[in-house]
């Protein structure tokens, strides 16, 4: 819950305006905020999708950002097993807390191409600020599946 929470921020890259809506969430005692990055028509990362990463990484230090949702709209795993460069770049600066046993984010049901195709959306966190426990996902609401955690402070017992 982050009652209050505030404020907007863009970053652009050429035409693209991407929203990063978040604010202060009291009981956490850390920023948090959510975003979308662009995506694709190749399952390939383009020169816009790494722009924009570049951009919120710099907005997810500078802002202090500890915990983000973030549709990434690049696969975690490529068909070859190596990680995805998005993801391995996002890992510079948070923690990927969607369990490797969660294979698609993706809700075969609603998405134009259907299938479970892979894990592309994911709640990033600062580990030394946040812990990240019992994330589950939930169909039916979008063509990706809802991520659903509970957070609390490292500090917390």
Do not use: M
């Amino acid at each position: 819950r982050a009652e209050g929470a505030q404020g907007q921020a863009f970053f652009r890259y050429e035409n693209l305006n991407i929203s990063l809506v978040g604010g202060y969430c009291e009981e956490l005692g850390c920023v948090i905020a959510c975003t979308h990055l662009p995506w694709s028509y190749t399952a390939d990362v383009d020169d816009v999708q790494c722009k924009a990463l570049g951009r919120l990484n710099i907005k997810i230090v500078n802002e202090r950002l500890s915990l983000v949702g973030l549709d990434v709209n690049s696969a975690r795993v490529l068909p070859n097993g190596a990680e995805g460069a998005i993801w391995r770049d996002l890992a510079y600066v948070l923690s990927d807390g969607v369990p490797d046993t969660i294979k698609s984010t993706i809700d075969p049901k609603i998405h134009r191409l259907g299938g479970e195709r892979n894990v592309i959306d994911g709640l990033f966190y600062n580990p030394r600020v946040v812990q990240i426990t019992s994330l589950t996902k939930n169909t039916g609401l979008s063509d990706h599946c809802a991520l659903v955690a509970f957070a609390r402070r490292v500090n917390d017992k």
